[in-house]
């Protein structure tokens, strides 16, 4: 009897039993399409962290941690502890190692969303994934006072296109503290998606930021002030303060330099940083959830591999005439043996078929759900060198698995299998 045979007579000892064998392919294929699941999502994740902005060398703010920094800057999350002035910014601007700045004002929302105001610079330069460059679904970069280019998901989940009208809240949160109603905004633009917090972002420019405010001090409107949106027109609007700004580098090596001069400052109390190595500290913070996510999915697929031994154990007691009259027509305990583990590697060869199919139709339905309620995009692509790898790993535990109820079957003996037991 060789190995095809064994193989053959396997599939139709399980087709035989389909109903436990059923129930056990359908048990090995959920724990392996968590594991898939799971690792899937951890490797996006990281991946959609470290694509999030790419090309710019360094990112300036005011003093406090990198990881801050790195949260209100790029991921829109939390506040700056203080600003920069807007005579700090144009002295960076000019240093002489700097290629391009763009800088960037936070402290507004409009209905839950990030307002961030900035120039056009943020269009040519801000890079994301593979320095791939902000593109428009349509419309162009601002160009009135009262402009605003809206992200895709600010488009999609309150319905706004070109000329809609916008009204910026002061302070974050749904609703705002204080409305900026008397000076309204008109869309004039909406950025391809991205995967980023920039889908999840109104843009204005600076002037805008300042026109807004113009009547207001401390965070609350001037009693008896009020200037309308014609006469801010006329105004002129110098920012007064920025919350970060990126910069970019003539080279590499002018980065690090340039890090040094910014920190060692001795004026206005300034933070620069790397943005990749900030993004390893801010996944090293996460090295805890990502140890747990891994030990999660080693009990998911331990748990699939026990209930496959279970049935096929189970199973043995019932197949005892069956084995024995396999030993009757010549077969040898290595046969009875290679039988079990064929069996063992055929379910978990089809569970990690089931799997691939269960993880891809998965993704299909929580994709948009993910994207749009935590921001995180996973990529539906064929199947890594990295998912192969791990499915492969799984079968391997499933036969291996196999050789317990396998060694169990040929210590019965050919008169034991014979007795009809009452």
Known sequence: MSWPPVLGLATRSLANRRLTAGLTLAALAISMTLVLG??????????SFANTISGTDLIVGARSGSIQLLLYSVFRIGNATNNITWRSYKRIAGLNEVAWTVPMSLGDS??????????DAYFRHYRYGRKRNLAFAAGKPFDDLFDAVIGSDVA??????????????????????????????????????TGTPVDRTVHVSLQAIEAIHVDWRRGSPVPGMAISADEVRRMTLTPKAVTAVLVGT????????????????????????????????????????????????????????????TMLLAGLNARRRELAVLRAVGA?????????????????????????????????????????????????????????GVLAAMVAAGVLAGFLPAWQACRQALADGLIVRN
């Open 38 to 47: 799971v690792e899937k999502v951890r490797h996006e994740a990281k991946a």
């Open 110 to 119: 409009h209905l839950g969303f990030r307002v961030l105001g900035t120039t």
């Open 250 to 309: 003539k080279s590499r090596f002018g980065a690090f330099g340039l890090l040094r001069t910014i920190n060692e400052s001795r004026g206005e109390p300034l933070l620069a940083i790397l943005p990749g190595v900030a993004l390893q500290e801010l996944w090293d913070l996460m090295g805890t959830a990502e140890v747990a996510l891994s030990t999660i999915s080693v009990f998911v697929i331990l748990a699939g591999l026990m209930g496959m031994v």
């Open 332 to 388: 040898q305990p290595r046969h009875l043996f290679a039988l079990v583990v064929a069996e063992a590697a055929s379910l978990s060869a089809a569970g990690a078929v089931v799997a691939l199919a269960l993880l891809y139709a998965g993704l299909l339905v929580a994709q948009p759900i993910l994207d749009a309620r935590f921001g995180l995009f996973i990529e539906i692509s064929p199947p890594t060198a990295r998912d192969l």
């Open 156 to 193: 999609a989940a309150l319905g706004y296109t070109i000329d809609s009208r916008i009204v910026v809240m002061h302070g974050l949160g749904r609703e705002g503290f204080r409305d900026h109603k008397d000076k309204p905004f008109r869309v004039s633009g909406i950025l391809a998606k």
